[in-house]
């Protein structure tokens, strides 16, 4: 895979010369906008090309027919169009109610050795089927041992955003991560998630504003090309 440590679209693109004024993350804008005869503005250059940012995950906002790229952990997992933070779906999870850490998980494709610290970053909205039981989003090694926690969140029938990071130590051989979101305590209580996002940067632990390769008001913004390479604007 190409640079994806948040700063490197720095690196996309040769210096600009007389020829070509600003660089291609902004040169590019595709634009929808019913023309009359009144002057209107229909887009607007944000500073520094806005913010950048890669998320990693594919499919994160199940609008794909496919959620094979997850795996279930003592649960049945299904795309489902009834509940949505945003699109047209999101992911069911019908929880086992035998034991704590039912859900699913997404791992990674290996993270290179840096001679400098990474940090992982990920997020996603949740909803429950009613206003009972807890989940959490998790960051693990390829094992699954437990590294980073957002710890618990109590389902409503409204959508929460969850987030945890973790920074892997310089000179770290490569490696898979994976990132769960599941029960810390075992319940029965059906639950939906979406707009899942796995990042990795340099710059800081801060979490991104999520991003996929459904939106239409992210300039700047990119998704991991493995089935949908796309770049998006903010």
Same mark, same amino acid.
């Given at each position: 895979?190409?640079?994806?440590?948040?700063?490197?679209?720095?690196?996309?693109?040769?210096?600009?010369?007389t020829?070509?004024?600003?660089?291609?993350?902004?040169?590019?804008?595709?634009?929808?906008n019913?023309?009359?005869?009144?002057?209107?503005?229909?887009?607007?250059?944000?500073?520094?090309?806005g913010?950048?940012?890669?998320n990693?995950?594919?499919?994160?906002?199940?609008?794909?027919?496919?959620?094979?790229?997850?795996?279930?952990?003592?649960?049945?997992?299904?795309?489902?169009?009834?509940?949505?933070?945003?699109?047209?779906?999101?992911?069911?999870?019908?929880?086992?109610?035998?034991?704590?850490?039912?859900?699913?998980?997404?791992?990674s494709?290996?993270i290179?050795?840096?001679?400098?610290?990474q940090?992982?970053?990920?997020?996603?909205?949740?909803?429950?089927?009613?206003? !009972?039981?807890? *989940?959490?989003i %998790?960051? @693990?090694?390829?094992? #699954?041992?437990e590294?980073?926690?957002?710890?618990?969140?109590? /389902?409503?029938?409204?959508?929460?955003?969850?987030?945890?990071?973790?920074?892997?130590?310089?000179?770290t051989?490569?490696?898979?991560?994976?990132?769960?979101?599941?029960?810390?305590?075992?319940?029965?209580?059906?639950?939906?998630?979406?707009?899942?996002?796995?990042?990795?940067?340099?710059?800081?632990?801060?979490? !991104?504003?999520? *991003?996929?390769? %459904?939106? @239409?008001?992210?300039? #700047?913004?990119?998704?991991?090309?493995?089935e949908?390479p796309? /770049?998006?604007?903010?």
């Amino acid at each position: 895979m190409a640079n994806e440590r948040h700063t490197d679209y720095r690196e996309w693109d040769i210096d600009s010369s007389t020829r070509s004024s600003v660089h291609p993350v902004n040169r590019y804008v595709a634009i929808s906008n019913a023309a009359s005869t009144t002057a209107e503005d229909v887009y607007s250059i944000v500073a520094n090309g806005g913010e950048k940012a890669v998320n990693w995950v594919t499919n994160p906002g199940i609008e794909g027919s496919t959620v094979s790229m997850y795996t279930a952990t003592g649960s049945a997992i299904a795309r489902d169009t009834g509940q949505q933070a945003e699109g047209a779906a999101s992911l069911l999870v019908n929880p086992a109610n035998s034991a704590a850490g039912e859900g699913f998980y997404w791992e990674s494709p290996k993270i290179a050795r840096s001679v400098n610290p990474q940090h992982i970053t990920v997020q996603c909205e949740h909803r429950g089927a009613s206003a !009972s039981g807890t *989940v959490e989003i %998790n960051i @693990t090694d390829s094992s #699954g041992t437990e590294l980073a926690s957002s710890g618990s969140s109590d /389902l409503a029938t409204s959508w929460t955003r969850i987030t945890t990071s973790y920074t892997i130590p310089a000179n770290t051989d490569a490696a898979a991560y994976r990132l769960y979101v599941v029960t810390p305590a075992n319940h029965n209580i059906n639950f939906y998630i979406d707009k899942i996002m796995f990042e990795v940067r340099e710059d800081t632990t801060a979490v !991104s504003t999520y *991003v996929d390769g %459904n939106q @239409t008001s992210a300039e #700047g913004n990119l998704m991991n090309g493995l089935e949908l390479p796309m /770049l998006l604007h903010q």
